[in-house]
Nanobody
């Protein structure tokens, strides 16, 4: 069992930056691939980025590539999402998720989810 708690969301102007954190509790965090997803009102949850259990492999959605960076600190049981050059279309609730097997871009493949943190980008 893994419990996930996101933090770091907020209101930011377009072009600004935010850093989201996702703290995990429970066993064997370092054996889980982690992902960030987002969901805007009226839209389906969409893939943002994912990182392998050892941090050696990452994947990004085309919409955030070059602007967002995922990282993890297994000693701190935490995964991060650095978001730069934010755009109004990045506005959404952001969720972190954990998967016991290899990383995936599909939300249905993830076993555990946090409660989400809201990111609002004003124009």
């Amino acid at each position: 069992q893994v419990q996930l708690v996101e933090s770091g969301g907020g209101l930011v102007q377009a072009g600004g930056s935010l850093r989201l954190s996702c703290a995990a509790s429970g066993r064997s965090f370092s054996s889980y691939a982690m992902g960030w997803f987002r969901q805007a009102p009226g839209k389906e949850r969409e893939f943002v980025t994912t990182i392998s259990a050892n941090g050696g492999t990452t994947r990004y959605a085309d919409s955030v590539k070059g602007r967002f960076t995922i990282s993890r600190d297994n000693a701190k049981n935490t995964v991060y999402l650095q978001m730069n050059s934010l755009k109004p279309e990045d506005t959404a609730a952001y969720y972190c998720a954990a998967r016991a097997l290899g990383f995936s871009v599909y939300p249905t493949n993830y076993n555990y989810w946090g409660q989400g943190t809201q990111v609002t980008v004003s124009s």
